[in-house]
């Protein structure tokens, strides 16, 4: 059965990010899900120093294996002032060492979502223009707004919002 990859760009125990990203992955039939939490891999703050004195830590390679494991990506990223969360980051920089390729030219369905009315599309532009260079094969990318008025029950509430993001998991199940 193909794999798919939900992560969320975070490192908060109750990620909303995280909550989205399992939410959409479990909607693709006929595969399995693999849930990343990055709480789950003991990976230090990424530093060239770091990298030259220890070389790649094995929490870093373990979660590299596993990317190469993934048939596709469902990838929500948290928003922290903007951009990146810092935890998100600093893997994902320790991943671009391992292969820059990170995400290997798998599809790639990309989100973000945020309390905020702004959804994260900050940080979901960034990811955007970045990650296809890295080897994401990025079929559709999709912001929620306001999570907590936006998601209850483990559903969008938002008829307009689900609608949006149906079509484009059926537009991503394609690729798989
Ligand atoms: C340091 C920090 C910076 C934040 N910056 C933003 C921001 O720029 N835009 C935004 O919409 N929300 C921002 N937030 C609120 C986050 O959207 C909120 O904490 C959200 O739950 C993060 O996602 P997560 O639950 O997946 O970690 C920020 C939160 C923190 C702690």
């Keep these: 059965m193909k794999k798919i990859i ?4 975070s490192n908060s125990k109750n990620s909303i990010n995280k909550t989205l990203a399992v939410y959409v992955a479990k909607q693709i039939e006929n595969t399995e899900t693999l849930t ?9 703050l990424y530093g060239i120093d770091i990298e030259t004195i220890d070389g790649i830590p094995s929490e870093a390679i373990r979660l590299s294996e596993l990317f190469n494991q993934a048939d596709g990506f469902v990838v929500s990223l948290a928003e922290h002032n ?3 969360a810092a935890a998100f980051k600093s893997v994902f920089d320790w991943l671009s060492r391992i292969n820059s390729q990170v995400w290997n030219n798998k599809p790639m ?4 979502t945020s ?3 702004r959804g994260g599309i900050g940080v979901l532009q960034i990811a955007k223009e970045r990650f296809p ?4 094969n990025l079929i559709v990318d999709f912001s929620l707004p306001s999570f907590y008025d936006n998601f209850s029950g483990n559903d969008i509430s938002n008829n307009e919002l689900k609608k949006d993001l149906t079509d484009k998991i059926n537009k ?5």
């Design 36 to 44: 990343i939490d990055l709480n789950d891999f003991d990976i230090p």
């Design 115 to 117: 309390t905020g009315a």
């Design 133 to 136: 260079r890295m080897g994401a």
């Design 109 to 112: 369905l990309l989100m973000a």
């Design 172 to 176: 991503f199940k394609i690729e798989i």
């Design 6 to 9: 939900a992560l969320g760009g």
């Design 82 to 84: 903007g951009s990146y």
